[in-house]
């Protein structure tokens, strides 16, 4: 079991993969725009006051997942999807609140960003695979089933610095999603490749489904919410708007959009 909090919390209840209670995340956010550290550095040697402000990214979320369940989590940008992905995998930690989890959690977040620019993409995936825990002869064994599935077999000795945006992607989510996790956090990654890739990407999370992972699923792409999700969470400047079927969850969603026009 995996807790946000190191202190005594109560076991979460039985058939839980996640539970969140009471999470709340406030950043500082300057009031005026500063173009670069230095900037900001400058003003601070001179004396001079940088005002903030207290912006919520999340507002008291309650939330529960069951072991097995696929939760789609939709909303606007800014909503403070890829942050409740952030306090749940640990990335973040939250300014009020606790969550709790069971299992291993691997988080698809912000794919490719652990590159190393410099090096190969050899390299990178024994990198990769060190960060998440795997030894090198554990990566070996993994290695030419990741580079297929990453389509990437005459590139995979050039520098990352050499990739496009989309090959490095599709580096991350092939090394990404080649363990057995518990939960699985998935945030926008159906844009990595063309579509026969998205196709790829869409039947391994369905294979994970299938074995029992729990899934936590942000995307834009409402159709693939209602395709492959048990229960839609919607999210509305840190809060939750609306939860339940995904049918209904996205027809409310939309229906907002058509009243503002």
């Known amino acids: 079991m995996n807790m946000q909090d190191p202190a005594a919390q109560p076991s979460p209840p039985l058939g839980s993969a996640i539970v969140v209670r009471g999470v709340s995340v406030r950043y500082s956010v300057p009031t005026e725009s500063l173009a670069t550290l230095k900037e900001y550095v400058i003003r601070r040697l001179q004396g001079r006051q940088i ?20 939760l789609g989590v939709i909303g606007r940008n800014g909503a403070g999807k890829s942050t409740l992905l952030k306090v749940i995998s640990r990335i973040l930690r939250p300014t009020e609140g606790r969550v709790i989890t069971v299992g291993t959690v691997a988080p698809l977040i912000e794919l490719g960003t652990g590159f190393h620019a410099e090096l190969t993409g050899r390299e990178n995936v024994f990198l990769n695979g060190a960060m998440l825990g795997f030894s090198h002869r554990q990566m070996a064994a993994k290695f030419d089933r990741i580079v297929a599935f990453a389509e990437l077999e005459d590139f995979i000795d050039a520098p990352i610095r050499t990739y496009s945006s989309g090959m490095t ?47 936590l699923y942000v995307s834009h792409s409402l159709g693939s919410i209602t395709d492959l999700c048990d229960r839609c969470l919607w999210l509305e400047h840190g809060a939750i708007a609306a939860q339940g079927s995904p049918k209904d969850v996205v027809e409310a969603y939309r229906s907002m959009f058509k009243q503002h026009g």
Request: hydrophobic share 45%.
């Open 169 to 215: 992607m599709r580096l991350g989510f092939a090394i990404a999603t080649d363990v057995d996790p518990d939960i699985l956090m998935i945030d926008e990654i159906l844009s990595v490749g063309d579509e026969a890739f998205q196709q790829k990407c869409i039947r391994r999370m369905q294979a994970f489904r299938e074995a029992g992972t729990t899934i």
């Open 51 to 70: 005002g903030f402000r207290e912006f919520w990214a999340l507002k008291g979320i309650d939330l529960e997942v069951h072991k097995g369940e696929a």
